[in-house]
């Protein structure tokens, strides 16, 4: 399986594009979330990803950084529809106020010509806690984070007798561990150096520092940790996040850069 991290970066970052990410198998692509503008669309060509390939979008939660980028996916798509390029449908999950926020934003702010596919060719599914759909050929369940700013999703992606868990932007809630059991990748919210908490602050937006995210990890038995949606005042953050991750955690470290490809 090919995971392409689009972004990595938190809410306010101007050097990198805010996390989002794709699963591919082969040429269908499974988006998560699409950051906070435009610059989406570029990102995707630029790492080959065609948009007419993309059936399934999962929005984690409707804060923009997350969830503005999906309407210009939208757009394109219903433009590429109207042209006759855009083939079967286009599958927007997400929980409740997810799908009520982009749909009202989409309304607000698009076409006629492109709302007009909505529930047609461009369908919104709301999914609830627990539930498992099978997209781009392997099962996905769905799951409340429990966030404690607003509802939040996030994901189990069971592949190839292989488990990734996404634990959404937030730390991981310890009601939840049970859901990291036997998974072979987490994927986990790394605000900031630990040594670095005085600057970023990131307990009162609550979110993790490297040391956190690489306790859990290492309490929890996870083989594999991809940290992800940090500040960039560390453009560069790599060699810094895995040297102070190596003190807390002694599985494998992975601190993606802006359109980099890992294969899980």
Not at 80 to 99: F, M, P, Q, R
Not at 156 to 163: D, G
């Amino acid at each position: 399986m090919k995971l392409t991290i689009l972004g990595t970066g938190s809410a306010a970052v101007t050097k990198c594009y805010n996390t989002c990410f794709a699963f591919s198998n082969n040429n269908k692509h499974f988006l998560i979330d699409a950051g906070g503008g435009n610059q989406i669309l570029k990102i995707l060509s630029d790492n080959d990803i065609k948009i007419n390939n993309i059936h399934d979008i999962f929005i984690t939660h409707s804060h923009t950084d997350h969830i503005l980028g999906v309407v210009w996916v939208i757009r394109i798509i219903g433009q590429n529809i109207n042209s006759g390029k855009y083939k079967d449908n286009l599958n927007i999950y997400g929980h409740d106020e997810a799908i009520n926020s982009i749909k009202t934003i989409c309304e607000l702010t698009l076409p006629k010509k492109i709302t007009k596919h909505f529930e047609n060719q461009i369908n919104f599914i709301t999914v609830s806690d627990g539930e498992t759909i099978n997209i781009i050929g392997n099962d996905v369940t769905f799951f409340d984070i429990l966030s404690t700013k607003t509802k939040q999703y996030g994901f189990i992606l069971n592949y190839n007798n292989k488990k990734l868990v996404c634990c959404g932007d937030e730390p991981l809630n310890n009601k939840l561990f049970d859901k990291v059991n036997e998974c072979d990748w987490l994927m986990h919210e790394a605000f900031c150096l630990y040594g670095e908490r005085d600057i970023f602050k990131p307990y009162e937006k609550h979110h993790s520092t490297v040391k956190e995210a690489c306790e859990t990890a290492q309490a929890l038995n996870v083989p594999n940790l991809i940290l992800y949606h940090t500040e960039d005042k560390n453009i560069n953050k790599s060699e810094l996040y895995t040297c102070e991750g190596k003190d807390f955690y002694n599985g494998n470290i992975v601190v993606p850069n802006d359109n980099e490809i890992i294969f899980i």
